[in-house]
């Protein structure tokens, strides 16, 4: 469809309407950046996540992707050799942390709701990344005098 019909549509209103909802940057980015689908397949499918999403929600009220933070700019950086501060460590710590609970929350009702477990059965839980900064670094985002031998003399 061309921009002129989505414009007629109000197709950018409806996405800042649902963007509006989000809660999460990285979520709100998504919304925003939705366009309409043409295959008649993929439109089910994402009917049928929406559908089992909202039926989650109505039957677990207090359900949540938990406490994380929008990582991937700490992430890019990482991935260029940068040095990341230790506050920035400890969101990428408990975001992994809340990520691998996600799934496994989702794993554990993966018979009543297939369809948010297809998209969370893709979640790679880290555990090593998230080991290894709680080794170097106290809750309070203090380095840790075993955070390496050096440190520990």
Known sequence: MDNKSLEMLEFPKIKEMLAGFTSFSASRDLALNLQ?????????LLLRQSAEARHLLSQQPEFSIGEISDIRQAVKMAARGKILEPETLLQ????LAAVRQLRRNLGQQREQFPQL???????????????????????????????????AW
């Open 36 to 44: 309409p689908q043409a295959d008649f397949e993929e439109v089910r």
């Open 92 to 95: 990428i710590q408990h975001t």
């Open 117 to 151: 477990w297809g998209i969370a059965r893709g979640i790679v839980e880290l555990h090593q990344v998230e080991k290894s900064i709680a080794s170097c670094l106290a809750p309070t985002g203090e380095l840790m005098d075993s955070a390496s031998p050096q440190l």
